[in-house]
């Protein structure tokens, strides 16, 4: 049985009515954001129409407010949006939608004020709002909204995505604006991109910054992203009515041939049923002045041979693609289309592969994905002189990796690092060099045969013969 000073809610019912608002008052001094929640909490007494009216005066608030928000104050402010988020969701909605659907517009116009005072680009707030656009489409469709005004709100909003605010709002409300509603929205972002910009005259133009050939214009800026505005939105429009061709009507000429505009213009006519046209696609990206193509334009081609029924093909292709890449995801791909028993024989014929791969550092981090501790053991004891100390973001936590069953290995990657700090001169990583050094030392023990390696304590003798004026670095051991 629970003790009676025990915080629970059974416990605090027995102080009574009187001292439980007492107490609230006395905590809540000095706590705007505990004061706003009982004030709402007191609003819900009064009906949905008094919360409203709350919601709208917080919202009004945190809109005005000037003072930067930096990043010690996100968490609490976040915490702010979010109360009121939910509060037109659960309880202003449930009782008066239409209400709820001017409140959520009113919420997410509170974007702009919150990111032009954030002195970072915060994940916090963006994903805060694209709830809200949700919110709004589940909304939308509870309150009846007209397809009209419903298709103008989301074209306004579009206008002003300065911060990605209203990216998944198109697609959040396909449900509520139907096919008429998308129309509506698809002639207004057409009108909108095909519109004359107006030109100020020489004297007017103000110059937004300088490129190779000379000044750039705000208003040429302005044109550009509107066209670039209108167009995404179209491309959002073309997939939910599942309109491959329309989407890609909206990719500019000069960027179909581009392997990831390729790559997704080829998933979707796989969606559609038209692999013949998504490996035409795909086939014409551009290869120019790349050693190897994005892993999802390689993945889409796999996908589109198999689609064919060209099935040794992309076998073929998914092996020829891990040989460029030693890309992980390409072999098991590769092995799982195999019968059983010779996948084992092709996974030793890619590890064989992987051991004279010409980037000792690629064949190394293929090995620790995999993962295949041994084997990277032993391209280490192979390839240890081709070892970089400078990659330490992958030297570390190989080390960590293999040293309780390859102590030897992890004793190889930590001397690469200490050797780059010490025979590089980088006095900034000598701390980091120490504590490798203070690792290997507690490695040894548990190495039986250093091969060709020198002993830790024949290595540490070295060092300090060769090293031994690096007073910053020796001080660092005492």
Not at 38 to 67: F, H, N, T, W
Request: one cysteine or more.
């Amino acid at each position: 049985m629970a003790a009676k000073t025990t915080l629970n809610a059974k416990n605090l019912e027995t102080l009574g009515a009187q001292r439980l608002a007492e107490l609230l008052i006395e905590i809540s001094t000095g706590s705007a954001a505990h004061k706003r929640r009982l004030r709402m909490e007191l609003a819900g007494d009064q009906g949905s129409a008094e919360v409203a009216r709350e919601i709208r005066k917080r919202l009004a608030s945190i809109a005005r407010a000037r003072s930067a928000i930096e990043w010690h104050k996100v968490k609490k402010i976040n915490t702010d949006l979010e109360t009121q988020r939910s509060t037109i969701v659960t309880v202003v909605a449930a009782d008066d939608p239409k209400e709820a659907f001017d409140l959520i517009w009113q919420f997410l116009a509170v974007a702009d004020p919150i990111f032009h005072r954030s002195n970072s680009s915060d994940v916090v707030f963006l994903e805060t709002f694209h709830q809200a656009c949700a919110d709004a489409g589940v909304i939308a469709r509870s309150a009846g909204i007209g397809i009209d005004v419903l298709a103008d709100k989301v074209f306004t909003a579009l206008q002003d995505n300065d911060h990605g605010q209203y990216d998944p709002l198109i697609a959040e409300m396909v449900p509520a604006l139907g096919k008429d509603g998308l129309e509506r929205l698809k002639g207004l972002l057409v009108q909108w991109s095909n519109e004359a910009e107006e030109k100020p005259v020489d004297v007017d133009r103000e110059i937004f910054g300088w490129a190779g050939n000379g000044p750039v214009y705000k208003h040429e800026i302005y044109a550009d992203r509107r066209q670039r505005t209108a167009r995404i939105a179209l491309q959002e429009i073309a997939d939910a009515e599942n309109d491959v061709d329309a989407f890609i009507a909206q990719q500019p000429e000069e960027t179909l041939r581009a392997p990831m505009v390729a790559t997704e213009i080829a998933d979707r006519l796989l969606l559609a049923g038209r692999a013949e046209e998504a490996l035409e696609i795909l086939d014409a990206a551009d290869h120019r002045g790349r050693f190897e193509l994005p892993f999802e334009w390689q993945e889409a081609r796999v996908e589109t041979l198999e689609a064919l029924g060209r099935g040794d093909e992309a076998q073929a292709y998914r092996w020829q693609c891990f040989e460029q890449s030693l890309n992980g995801q390409h072999l098991r791909a590769f092995l799982r289309k195999l019968a059983d028993f010779d996948d084992i024989e092709a996974e030793e014929k890619a590890f064989a592969f992987a051991h004279d791969f010409p980037d000792v550092h690629q064949a190394l981090a293929f090995f620790l994905a995999w993962p295949a501790a041994a084997e990277a053991a032993k391209l280490i004891s192979k390839r240890q002189a081709e070892l970089d100390g400078n990659l330490y973001e992958l030297m570390t936590p190989a080390a960590e990796m293999l040293q309780e069953k390859h102590p030897l290995a992890a004793t190889m990657l930590l001397r690469s690092m200490i050797g780059f700090a010490l025979d590089y001169g980088r006095s900034s990583r000598y701390r980091h060099a120490a504590r490798h050094l203070a690792e290997c030392a507690s490695l040894a023990p548990h190495i039986d045969d250093f091969g060709s390696a020198r002993p830790h304590d024949a290595y540490v003798a070295e060092l300090k013969r060769q090293h031994g004026n690096k007073h910053g670095f020796w001080s660092l051991l005492r």
